[in-house]
């Protein structure tokens, strides 16, 4: 399978705890953007890197959230502290060089804070 | 005012049945306009793409944009109930950011 591939699917923790998500793109693809979708909505936008540079931070990214792509390759998402109001889909793309701005979605992991 | 704008529904239809699904926007500077399936507990899955005004056809999904009345359309040709899902309108400027609408649910009755 060449898409997008992100681990784990799902994750439950308790408040407090720190959780980190893993996205690996598709091949060659040096776009990798991070989404969150809550129940009902569409997704929202978190944060983008080209290749290892982190380009744009939302103002949804608290302190908590840190995400890195050290080698240009996949990347991570760190949620410190974790609350209730965390839980939700985080959603990984990936998108080819400059040329194509159509995004990839991954299968998404959940996150359920109790 | 969210940027884009979409009925979340749902809406029923028959199966066989033309489909028209239709978002609005308020970014004049949004030049790119996608259309993302997405079934149940599953990621968004692109389907139409399309940069500016203009129609766009791949095999049963036509999709639309309109600038001057800053309209998105999807029409699905022919429905099958395994088109029954979410579906998300989109747009973009330049700066790669996805602006979502927050999707309308479709179910097509067999």
């Known amino acids: 399978d060449t898409g997008v591939s992100q681990d784990p699917r799902h994750k439950i923790t308790k408040r407090g705890q720190n959780v980190t998500f893993r996205c690996d793109p598709i091949?060659?693809?040096?776009?990798l953007y991070w989404y969150r979708q809550t129940l009902g909505q569409g997704p929202e936008f978190l944060t983008y890197?080209?290749?290892?540079?982190?380009?744009?931070k939302s103002r949804l990214l608290s302190d908590r959230f840190s995400a890195e792509r050290p080698k240009g390759s996949f990347s991570t998402l760190e949620i410190q502290r974790t609350e209730q109001g965390d839980s939700a889909m985080y959603l990984c793309a990936s998108s080819p060089p400059a040329g194509s701005s159509e995004q990839y979605f991954g299968p998404g992991t959940r996150l359920t804070v109790t | 005012q969210k940027e884009v704008e979409q009925d979340p529904g749902p809406l029923s239809v028959p199966e066989g049945a033309i489909v028209s699904l239709n978002c609005t926007y308020s970014?004049?500077?949004?030049?790119?306009f996608m259309w993302y399936r997405q079934y149940s507990r599953k990621g968004p899955e692109l389907l139409m793409y399309?940069?500016?005004?203009g129609n766009k056809e791949d095999g049963r999904f036509t999709a639309q944009v309109d600038k001057s009345s800053k309209y998105i359309s999807l029409f699905i040709r022919d429905s099958q109930p395994s088109d029954s899902a979410t579906y998300l309108c989109?747009?973009?400027?330049?700066?790669?950011?996805?602006?979502f609408g927050k999707g309308t649910r479709l179910h097509i009755l067999p």
């Open positions: 970014n004049s500077a949004f030049q790119y």
């Open positions: 399309t940069y500016s005004s």
């Open positions: 989109a747009s973009m400027n330049r700066d790669d950011k996805i602006i």
């Open positions: 091949s060659e693809h040096n776009r």
């Open positions: 890197f080209q290749n290892e540079a982190q380009l744009e």
